[in-house]
């Protein structure tokens, strides 16, 4: 293989490592969120020690809705570093 | 021996060609295990319901009736009281996504980490959500809340958010399951290398020693914990959105 096309694909190849890092940022938002709503539920379980078993339910619930944008971050990472899409797109490379 | 991690989707485990060569019909791993989780479910379902009596008296009927209660429960707290039809759809569903989750732990691939299957289940969930709108608002009133094309994408974007939720919990809690081994594998094998333990020739090491106790413990969070808690919401967001549609 000649120069040209090495040092395209290792092109490709930071660009998609490069990438990857850059998705995870998506990491801080349910970070901030869910740490929020355990808060709220902590304060509430305080307010009323009764209602604690369903308060702490629902809050997993929550929390599980609000984790799918981190998830979608990871899935774009994941497929970054493991799938390669982009070297299909040079000559001469699976 | 380096530390190699070989992320692959789920395998071919049988296909069909026709005489080009071209394949006419391929099962992938998914299918296959799957037929293994319809196997476990049902026959757990005969096991629990034999030898039935009015009044319970072996531990197995009362767990049944327990399992039935729960899930006659579940539903007509979050649909009304109406609507316990649902109820035999909600825990197949439920008992398929998690059995089929939980079977990583016997050594399978888990077939919800395969954006087909969870692509397939949000799907029937979608033209459950679409039938019940149709009854409802019938088929002018249904068609005319999408005058406002933002409404398409929000009716959309539900069944693919619920598809690449319980998608990218599963399956990256496997790769990460899958990292993890590979780097206590090589940190096992750098501890025997300053001992003096030499690897078998392309094989690699007879036993990882880092390898026996730690990924057990977290895969607690990352198959059982996470597997269970998306399971559930997978089928309270169902509840959910055939109860949104029925006003």
């Given at each position: 293989m000649n120069e040209a096309l090495l040092n395209a694909q290792a092109t490709v190849l930071a660009g998609q490592a490069i990438g990857a890092g850059l998705a995870m940022i998506a990491g801080i938002g349910p970070g901030i969120g869910e740490g929020y709503a355990v808060g709220k539920a902590i304060e509430t379980i305080g307010r009323q020690p009764e209602i604690k078993s369903t308060a702490t339910s629902t809050m997993f619930i929550g929390c599980a809705v609000a984790e799918t944008t981190g998830i979608y971050g990871l899935f774009v990472a994941i497929i970054l570093l493991f799938a390669n899409p982009f070297l299909k797109f040079l000559t001469g490379t699976t | 021996m380096g530390f190699e991690v070989n992320v692959e989707g789920p395998r071919r485990m049988f296909c069909l060609l026709n005489e080009n060569g071209d394949i006419v019909f391929?099962?992938?791993?998914?299918?296959?295990?799957?037929?293994?989780?319809?196997?476990?479910?049902?026959?757990?379902?005969?096991?629990?319901?034999?030898?039935?009596?009015?009044?319970?008296?072996?531990?197995?009927?009362?767990?049944?009736?327990?399992?039935?209660?729960?899930?006659?429960?579940?539903?007509?707290?979050?649909?009304?009281?109406?609507?316990?039809?649902?109820?035999?759809?909600?825990?197949?569903?439920?008992?398929?996504?998690?059995?089929?989750?939980?079977?990583?732990?016997?050594?399978?691939?888990?077939?919800?980490?395969?954006?087909?299957?969870?692509?397939?289940?949000?799907?029937?969930?979608?033209?459950?959500?679409?039938?019940?709108?149709?009854?409802?608002?019938?088929?002018?009133?249904?068609?005319?809340?999408?005058?406002?094309?933002?409404?398409?994408?929000?009716?959309?974007?539900?069944?693919?958010?619920?598809?690449?939720?319980?998608?990218?919990?599963?399956?990256?809690?496997?790769?990460?399951?899958?990292?993890?081994?590979?780097g206590l594998g090589a940190a096992s094998g750098a501890l025997y290398d300053l001992i003096g333990i030499s690897p078998i020739e392309n094989v690699g090491y007879v036993f990882n020693i880092f390898q026996v106790g730690i990924p057990a413990v977290l895969s607690v969070y990352f198959d059982l914990f996470s597997g269970a808690i998306q399971s559930y919401v997978f089928i309270m967001l169902t509840m959910a959105y055939i109860q949104m549609g029925k006003e």
């Open positions: - | 391929s099962l992938s791993e998914s299918v296959v295990t799957g037929w293994l989780v319809i196997l476990i479910v049902l026959a757990a379902c005969l096991i629990l319901t034999k030898d039935l009596k009015k009044i319970p008296d072996t531990k197995r009927q009362c767990a049944a009736e327990y399992i039935v209660k729960t899930v006659n429960n579940m539903v007509s707290v979050n649909m009304d009281k109406s609507s316990l039809a649902y109820a035999p759809y909600i825990a197949a569903v439920f008992s398929y996504i998690i059995v089929g989750t939980l079977i990583s732990m016997i050594g399978f691939r888990s077939i919800t980490a395969d954006i087909s299957v969870t692509g397939a289940l949000a799907f029937m969930t979608f033209v459950l959500v679409t039938c019940t709108k149709l009854k409802h608002m019938g088929v002018g009133g249904y068609f005319k809340q999408f005058i406002n094309p933002l409404n398409i994408i929000g009716e959309v974007a539900n069944p693919v958010a619920m598809a690449l939720r319980l998608f990218g919990n599963v399956s990256g809690g496997m790769i990460i399951t899958m990292i993890l081994y590979a």
